[in-house]
Each structure stands twice: as structure tokens, then as C-alpha cells.
């Protein structure tokens, strides 16, 4: 299977464990539709169970899987198989984010596994240091997200969002830069685009916010806003 091209601005709906079963499937379809409105990319991450509903509902967004491993078919118990999700239609995962954590040797045969199956890695990193280390890796997708802004509706400064999308640029060029963690707010969107990220995304400020879909409806007005800008 070959991968999806990404195009910038993308955005990524990352509902983690907060949502899953009708929840989960209302943003999801929601989020579909505002793809296909806008001529927007978004990876849609969701619970193991749930993807295949998202896989066979949603056509313009990207499946996601919130993690995958190394593992080849055989004995592994437990353990989320490459193969599998490339089967089911999952296009991209997340790898090493900060509340699954990966060693380096993991990771690294990760995200070779997941070119062998046609399977997107977005791979999470805390500082500018780490940023650029990940990058080595060449993964699709670098996630600049400082571990202790996760969930607390503050962004970055446009200082870190620029050293390190340069970082990661700078070892890999091909790699897209996800600028993340707090993002809860319009500006923060257009901010995250506009100081050099390829793409942005949130969790808890769209599945926390009185209503998520109307959120997700104004983040997505303003990344479609600030495409004419960069």
C-alpha cells in the first residue's frame, strides 16, 4: 500500500481515550465533513475498536492509529501488528507520544515497519534536542510538543514553534512538523501554521469544549484562513 501524500496545512483530531462507540463516531464524522468542505487534510485518531468504523464512515479523513509496534505476523499477544491495521485500512499512527512512551530502538524499527506496509508515522517529541534526534529517523510526521503544556490550553511560543520546525527540517526536509499541545483556540491554530508548523491538532480543547463539534468547526474555519497566509 502506498502512503498518503500530505499537503500543508493539515490538522490532526486526536480524541485519545476520551471518546469512543457514538461519541466518538459524531467527531469523527464531523471531522469528515469538514475535510471535504475545506479541501482539508486531517489524521483522525481513535481507540483500536473504533477505526474500523471510521475507515468504512469517514472517506476524507486519514485513519490513525494511536500506537503500533515492530512486531511481524507470528507469535506477539497482545501487541498491535503492522499488517493488521494496514489491513483494516488504518493510514497513519502515532509513535511515541508522551502517554506511551517508546525506546529508541523500538521506535526506529517502528517506523521501518510502518514503511513497509504503506502506513504513516507521526512521531512525538518533547524539546528542540529531541526534535532534531527523531528527525534522524526520517518519519513522516515530527510532533513538536512540549510534554508539560499536554492539556493545559497554552501553546508554545512562536520561539520554540520556529527552532524547532527548523530542527527537524534541518536533518530531514521531507518530514512534516505537527506543532501541538494546548491547542484550544483559533489563534492558537493560526499561530502554530503561521510561525512554521505543517500541520496542528488538538485533544482535550475540542473533546472538553462545551460543544466539540461546533470547536472543531471554528478551528478548521481558521486553518482553511491561514492557508492563504503562509
Same mark, same amino acid.
Given at each position: 500500500?502506498?502512503?498518503?501524500?500530505?499537503?500543508?496545512?493539515?490538522?490532526?483530531?486526536?480524541?485519545?481515550?476520551?471518546?469512543?462507540?457514538?461519541?466518538?463516531?459524531?467527531?469523527?464524522?464531523? !471531522?469528515?465533513?469538514?475535510?471535504?468542505?475545506?479541501?482539508?487534510?486531517?489524521?483522525?485518531?481513535?481507540?483500536?475498536?473504533?477505526?474500523?468504523?471510521?475507515?468504512?464512515?469517514?472517506?476524507?479523513?486519514?485513519?490513525?492509529?494511536? !500506537?503500533?509496534?515492530?512486531?511481524?505476523?507470528?507469535?506477539?499477544?497482545?501487541?498491535?501488528?503492522?499488517?493488521?491495521?494496514?489491513?483494516?485500512?488504518?493510514?497513519?499512527?502515532?509513535?511515541?507520544?508522551?502517554?506511551?512512551?517508546?525506546?529508541?530502538?523500538?521506535?526506529?524499527?517502528?517506523?521501518?515497519?510502518?514503511?513497509?506496509?504503506?502506513?504513516l508515522t507521526c512521531v512525538c517529541a518533547d524539546s528542540?534536542?529531541?526534535?532534531?534526534?527523531?528527525?534522524?529517523?526520517?518519519?513522516?510526521?515530527?510532533?513538536?510538543?512540549?510534554?508539560?503544556?499536554?492539556?493545559?490550553?497554552?501553546?508554545?511560543?512562536?520561539?520554540?514553534?520556529?527552532?524547532?520546525?527548523?530542527?527537524?527540517?534541518?536533518?530531514?526536509?521531507q518530514t512534516m512538523v505537527l506543532q501541538a499541545a494546548?491547542?484550544?483556540?483559533?489563534?492558537?491554530?493560526?499561530?502554530?501554521?503561521?510561525?512554521?508548523?505543517?500541520?496542528?491538532?488538538?485533544?482535550?480543547?475540542?473533546?472538553?469544549?462545551?460543544?466539540?463539534?461546533?470547536?472543531?468547526?471554528?478551528?478548521?474555519?481558521?486553518?482553511?484562513?491561514?492557508?492563504?497566509?503562509?
Amino acid at each position: 500500500m502506498d502512503k498518503i501524500t500530505l499537503k500543508r496545512p493539515f490538522f490532526v483530531v486526536n480524541p485519545k481515550s476520551y471518546l469512543y462507540g457514538e461519541k466518538l463516531h459524531q467527531l469523527a464524522k464531523k !471531522t469528515d465533513e469538514l475535510c471535504e468542505k475545506y479541501n482539508l487534510q486531517s489524521l483522525f485518531t481513535a481507540q483500536l475498536v473504533d477505526l474500523p468504523w471510521v475507515v468504512a464512515n469517514c472517506s476524507h479523513v486519514i485513519p490513525c492509529a494511536q !500506537t503500533m509496534e515492530s512486531l511481524k505476523p507470528g507469535r506477539g499477544m497482545g501487541h498491535v501488528l503492522p499488517e493488521a491495521l494496514a489491513a483494516a485500512g488504518v493510514r497513519a499512527t502515532f509513535l511515541n507520544h508522551a502517554e506511551n512512551p517508546m525506546t529508541i530502538g523500538e521506535l526506529a524499527r517502528t517506523i521501518q515497519r510502518a514503511r513497509e506496509v504503506g502506513i504513516l508515522t507521526c512521531v512525538c517529541a518533547d524539546s528542540v534536542e529531541e526534535a532534531r534526534a527523531i528527525a534522524e529517523l526520517h518519519p513522516d510526521i515530527v510532533t513538536c510538543e512540549l510534554n508539560n503544556l499536554i492539556g493545559t490550553s497554552q501553546i508554545a511560543g512562536k520561539d520554540y514553534i520556529r527552532k524547532s520546525t527548523e530542527a527537524v527540517k534541518s536533518v530531514s526536509p521531507q518530514t512534516m512538523v505537527l506543532q501541538a499541545a494546548g491547542i484550544s483556540t483559533a489563534q492558537d491554530v493560526h499561530d502554530a501554521i503561521f510561525y512554521g508548523g505543517d500541520a496542528t491538532g488538538g485533544t482535550s480543547g475540542i473533546v472538553c469544549a462545551p460543544d466539540p463539534l461546533v470547536k472543531l468547526d471554528e478551528l478548521f474555519a481558521v486553518l482553511d484562513q491561514v492557508r492563504s497566509e503562509i
